[in-house]
């Protein structure tokens, strides 16, 4: 798209407003029609003349025109001095002559030049440089009603940069080219954009003024928009973005940061064109440099900015900003303080400059954390301003206690924040040359209190909700992840930064063994505290499901039938993954939720295709398939919610596309600093992120297992002590033989007469330890007796394998439970060099 954003025929309204251009450099040339268009667009004009004194300043000879219609008839070459033309009037009289159609003295029988058209207005301004008359400028166009005041201004300042031209080229014999000079002197930069694609067609001018060159220019509005302050984003995206409340004119002023670090005030002035049949709707402005808010600047216009500014201000950081903002460089002032009024001390928000050096003594011995705490106390003159209410202004040379001289020696205003009665904060603004104020500014700064005090209070109110809202949030998701072994787990969570920041992200990350876990992420639909309520629910119900042994699909249904059953009308989203540790096999369940991303070894990325279900809570009856995957070593898994890849100016598949490329250029040697990376910078979120990595590495030291299925005869338990020894000698463990069959005998014979169905033994070798579990089909945990006397006849067998182990214990599995018990080898037995085949004894030996 061409960079060159030219104004269509009729779109001539468009007016541009004052700007200091002192000292600017002259942008790189443009083509002469391109100028000519937009000195047309911005003048709201449809024809400009140039006419210069001829050899004895008797007559006005025509030298440049510029425009749609450039006829003879309409502009007379020459124009006698003397004659009543608008031309000649302007030039004797040196002063702008702005006539209407309805004017006498606009018609052609004046014998100047006429207008394009019979409703058409017409200006006439002086040419004037050192007092000297250089000639006289037309302008012809604008409705019928004539020239509006902005565009005069600016027709005013245009005359006056051609009169340079004139100037700077007196003595030559042919002019040189005046209109477009002129025009590129006045540093104007001009765009169009269309606010359905976010497109923008913006001149070499104002992309010089933002700092941008034409070939890093994407034609994106957000290019533009980046490079400016926060403060003043509200502002521009209310321009930007369609608010269904179309406007006539708008202009406003804010800041940018060039690439070279420096801060430049811009001044904008737009309209809305609407759309039509042959185009959408547009806006068409104007760009020019500005000086930056000095104190003659309009009082009405820094106020409404304030106000503008302080609106979209949430907290009280943002509130410290805007103050800092809106009083240090405008006043030229070296200090600014926004400091909370609590309990009789000073709780300071925001200090500019924040270094602690140059601030008073008594300030800095405060400094416990990032900003000091100042006694009331120890300020008496503050303390009488602040039970006063009223703004206190200080000039140089005014006895002032230490704490304060130190903040301004050349002049101190004390600015007391008013909110709701009473004084919320202070606002003290230092200057280190002598600083006269003039009655003008105290105005100013008792209006500016009075704005912050309420944007104080408000955004006090607002901290003090959000930081509630982030207690439950953290509440509700896992204080910290297991350490798991074969492989690393990390989680963000980042909460929204538009209304209340808790929402219904979460992950978790279950140990269902030592060789088994689960990874989870799910969002419940919605922003709210019962969106986070539910989600807490959900979470709960999942790891519950979970360490009951069942597997993914069964997880994901019961999690599911359980939100149908809640009285609640939310939704929720979940992605539930099962990983062997031993082996890398992987089982996934998505329930409406995004696909899990995945980083090979190699470096390649790409989407795990896990085949989708409907989103829990939707129906009762829903299907959850499992889809498997195997990971190799050095593989990365990533589960992801949707406020890290969709937002309104970013679509899901171009979301998906930057986070699997920034997945690919991570390094998987760190993976928190690798989630760090995934999040990047995601600005101002729309949606809260929870982002869940695991880099599986493969367990270096792979345990050794065997298993024995018992069946129910009357010498069971002594088949499977035989099992149990012949596994120990093939593993050379025969030192712990002795506890190791006890407690096969103990625990096999409690699930024999206290349970029915199937019985299983299952014996891990893993380092220095033996694990025995025996599982049965009974869901109650074996309970141990509470008093064992010399009568009875059970309940020492628990006693004694508890007694005989290093570790014992019970745990859900699916169909029932699983009674464990870890023995320690002793340290001269040696494993097996690898993992023995699992035995399949379905026959007796």
């Not at 083509?31 to 667009?41: G, I, K, T, V, Y």
């Not at 040379?397 to 050349?410: D, F, M, R, T």
């Not at 787990?489 to 929204?496: F, I, T």
Request: aromatic residues 4%; negative net charge; glycine residues 8%.
């Amino acid at each position: 798209m061409p960079h060159d954003g030219r104004a269509r025929a009729g779109d001539t309204e468009l007016r541009a407003i004052e700007a200091d251009t002192a000292g600017a450099d002259t942008p790189p040339p443009m083509p002469p029609a391109a100028m000519r268009d937009r000195a047309l667009m911005f003048a709201g004009a449809e024809l400009l003349a140039v006419y210069v004194p001829d050899t004895g300043d008797e007559e006005l000879r025509l030298v440049e025109t510029a425009g749609r219609t450039t006829a003879p008839d309409c502009v007379p070459e020459r124009l006698p001095v003397s004659g009543g033309s608008s031309a000649a009037r302007a030039f004797r009289a040196d002063r702008p002559l702005w006539l209407t159609p309805a004017h006498p003295s606009s018609s052609s029988s004046e014998g100047g030049p006429a207008p394009v058209r019979a409703e058409t207005s017409l200006g006439a301004l002086p040419l004037t440089s050192d007092g000297r008359r250089l000639g006289c400028l037309i302008v012809m166009g604008a409705p019928t009603d004539g020239f509006e005041t902005g565009q005069r201004r600016f027709l005013e300042r245009y005359a006056d940069a051609v009169a340079d031209m004139l100037q700077a080229g007196a003595g030559r014999p042919v002019p040189a080219p005046l209109l477009s000079p002129a025009l590129r002197s006045l540093r104007v930069g001009s765009f169009v954009l269309e606010r359905d694609t976010g497109v923008i067609e913006a001149d070499e001018t104002l992309l010089e003024l933002v700092g941008i060159t034409p070939d890093d220019f994407d034609g994106k509005a957000d290019t533009l928009l980046a490079h400016a302050f926060p403060e003043d984003m509200h502002a521009l995206m209310s321009i930007v973005e369609s608010t269904g409340q179309e406007y006539g004119r708008r202009e406003l002023e804010f800041r940018i940061r060039r690439p070279t670090g420096e801060m430049r005030w811009l001044s904008l002035s737009c309209r809305v064109a609407p759309c039509t049949a042959e185009r959408p709707e547009q806006v068409l402005g104007v760009v020019t440099a500005t000086s930056v808010l000095s104190r003659s600047a309009d009082d009405v216009s820094r106020i409404q900015w304030l106000t503008a500014a302080l609106d979209a201000a949430a907290t009280v950081r943002d509130v410290g900003q805007v103050a800092v903002t809106a009083l240090r460089e405008p006043l030229g002032a070296d200090r600014v303080a926004l400091a909370e009024l609590q309990d009789n001390r000073l709780m300071v928000t925001v200090l500019d400059p924040p270094q602690p050096g140059v601030w008073p003594q008594i300030w800095r011995s405060q400094w416990r954390s990032e900003w000091p705490d100042a006694p009331v106390t120890a300020l008496p003159s503050l303390r009488t301003a602040l039970q006063d209410g009223r703004v206190d202004l200080w000039p140089a040379g005014s006895p002032l206690e230490p704490g304060l001289a130190g903040i301004g020696s050349g002049g101190l205003a004390v600015l007391p924040l008013p909110a709701e009665g009473r004084v919320a904060g202070v606002c003290l603004v230092g200057w280190d040359r002598p600083h006269e104020f003039v009655p003008e500014e105290r105005t100013l700064l008792t209006a500016t209190a009075a704005l912050i005090g309420q944007a104080l209070k408000r955004a006090h109110a607002y901290d003090a909700e959000q930081e509630l809202a982030t207690m439950l949030q953290r509440s509700l998701l896992p204080r910290r992840l297991p350490q798991l072994p074969g492989c690393t787990a990390v989680a963000r969570y980042l909460p929204a930064r538009r209304g209340l920041q808790v929402g219904g992200d979460w992950y978790d990350v279950i140990a269902l063994s030592e060789e088994k876990v689960a990874l989870v992420i799910g969002d419940v639909q919605g922003h709210s505290a019962g969106a986070a309520t539910i989600m807490g629910q959900m979470r709960t119900a999942v790891r519950a499901y979970a360490v009951e042994g069942h597997p993914p699909d069964v997880v994901v249904s019961h999690a599911n039938r359980l939100l149908v059953g809640m009285e609640t009308d939310l939704f929720a989203t979940c992605c539930y993954v099962e990983l062997d540790l031993e082996e890398g096999n992987t089982l996934f369940v998505r329930a409406g939720h995004l696909s899990p991303l995945v980083r090979h070894a190699d470096g390649r990325t790409e989407e795990v295709q896990v085949e989708g279900g409907l989103p829990l809570g939707v129906l009762a009856e829903a299907d959850f398939p499992m889809t498997a995957l195997t990971l190799s070593p050095g593989t990365v898994l990533a589960l992801i919610t949707d406020g890290l890849v969709e937002a309104s100016d970013l679509p899901l598949d171009e979301g998906m596309r930057r986070t699997l490329t920034s997945l690919a250029a991570a390094d998987p040697a760190d993976p928190g600093h690798m989630a760090d990376e995934l999040l990047g910078d995601v600005g101002r979120r729309e949606d809260d992120v929870a982002l869940l990595l695991l880099r599986y590495d493969g367990m270096k030291t792979r345990p050794t297992r065997a298993d024995w299925v018992v069946w129910r005869l009357p010498d069971a338990v002594m088949h499977a002590r035989r099992f149990t020894a012949r596994t120990l000698r093939r593993w050379k463990a025969g030192e712990a033989a002795d506890e190791v069959l006890l407690v096969v005998s103990e625990l096999v014979t409690n699930a024999l007469v206290h349970t029915q169905g199937p019985v299983r033994v299952d014996l891990t070798l893993r380092g220095d330890r033996v694990r025995v579990g025996v599982s049965d089909s009974s869901p109650r945990a074996p309970a141990k007796p509470v008093i064992v006397d010399w009568e009875a006849t059970g309940g020492r067998g628990l006693l004694l394998v508890e007694a005989m182990s290093e570790s014992f214990g019970s745990m859900p599995v699916a169909g029932g439970k699983q009674v464990w018990s870890e023995i320690a080898v002793p340290r001269n037995a040696s494993a097996p060099t690898g993992p023995e085949p699992a035995a399949s004894p379905r026959a007796l030996p």
